[in-house]
């Protein structure tokens, strides 16, 4: 009788361990709005929420703030009753069927006295209504939200600089090689950086050009972003041994000194100005790629090439004197 229940209760264990927990799965896009608006202006938009599951689903909307954390480009959302947050309505709370797809306008009315500048909010929708907890909305479980960006016109400053450029080492034995910059906003308008890092080789000739922002990425005002641009390898090596590197090498060939060149505008300004660039900032440096595995094995093909040359090269003249001396005895 004992071995049954345990056999019962390890069955029930084992039911529940392997059953799978149906999580909120809702998708939203756009996942980011950048609008620009006047004071005293009303602006409309449309958020798309798709219902992933198989049953009916009811989502409460809400909204934080956010503003950065840290210099990975991360959001830290902060509820708010005030701001952009207190701006934006919509529907309080939607019910999808399963599968199904609407179009959810929002609002965002914008005070006759706002701040000019940068103001920015999220959009949650959770399977979980929010509660109200000393005047703030408060939300538990999980979420999903679009970010709202908003710019109101006015006296908009708009300021920073580069902090730092490089790449996380000087000499490299192959591809990929990452490269950073990191930006400082001293404005009060968020900055979209746009540019390129120029690679040349050491007579001066562009080797690639990578683009300086590839994930199209902001820096809020009053922060410090880093930027991480990688030239890629045509092929991934994570690990290997002495002939996988030099095969890798030969696939990604790069050798030499090489010259990486940061050149960037943001919000569509001309190229920063010296005066833009942060005291201390270089705006060029210089790295290297010493490929030794396969210069190795090139110079072990040009020994062995040269060594058994030599020995051709010394049988063929044998060969010419010895036929020239029996042309002569003839």
């Not at 179009?103 to 979980?128: L, Q, T």
């Not at 040009?302 to 058994?308: A, E, M, P, S, Y």
Request: no cysteine.
């Amino acid at each position: 009788m004992k071995q049954f229940i345990l056999a019962v209760i390890v069955l029930i264990g084992w039911t529940i361990a392997f059953t799978p927990i149906e999580a909120n799965a809702l998708t939203i896009s756009p996942v980011r709005f950048e609008i620009l608006g006047d004071p005293g202006q009303t602006l409309i938009g449309e958020i798309t929420l798709f219902n992933e599951r198989d049953i009916a689903e009811t989502f409460y909307s809400s909204f934080e703030s956010f503003e950065a954390r840290g210099e990975g480009g991360e959001p830290r959302f902060v509820p708010a009753q005030k701001g952009l947050p207190a701006w934006i309505k919509t529907e309080p709370k939607i019910t999808l069927e399963p599968g199904e797809t609407k179009i959810v306008p929002f609002s965002i009315e914008i005070p006759e006295d706002a701040d000019p500048g940068g103001h920015f909010a999220a959009i949650f929708w959770s399977n979980v209504p929010p509660t109200e907890r000393e005047g703030e909305q408060m939300v538990v479980g999980a979420r999903i939200g679009t970010l709202v960006l908003l710019r109101v016109s006015g006296e908009i400053r708009e300021g920073g600089g580069v902090l730092e450029f490089g790449a996380e080492n000087i000499i490299y034995t192959h591809l990929p090689i990452s490269f950073f910059y990191r930006l400082a906003n001293d404005g009060n308008n968020w900055l979209r950086p746009e540019g390129n890092i120029n690679i040349s080789n050491i007579i001066g000739l562009r080797t690639i050009t990578l683009d300086a922002n590839p994930v199209k990425g902001n820096v809020l005002p009053g922060s410090i972003r880093r930027f991480d641009v990688e030239w890629e390898a045509q092929d991934e090596i994570t690990e290997g041994g002495f002939l996988t590197i030099a095969r890798h090498q030969w696939q990604n060939f790069a050798i030499g000194p090489y010259r990486a060149t940061l050149a960037l505008r943001y919000n569509g300004t001309d190229t920063l100005s010296e005066t833009e660039i942060s005291e201390g900032f270089k705006s060029t440096f210089w790295f290297f790629v010493i490929p030794w595995q396969l210069l190795i094995i090139i110079i072990i093909v040009l020994v062995i090439l040269g060594f058994f040359g030599a020995k051709g090269l010394n049988k063929y003249n044998r060969w010419v004197i010895a036929k020239y001396k029996n042309l002569e005895k003839k």
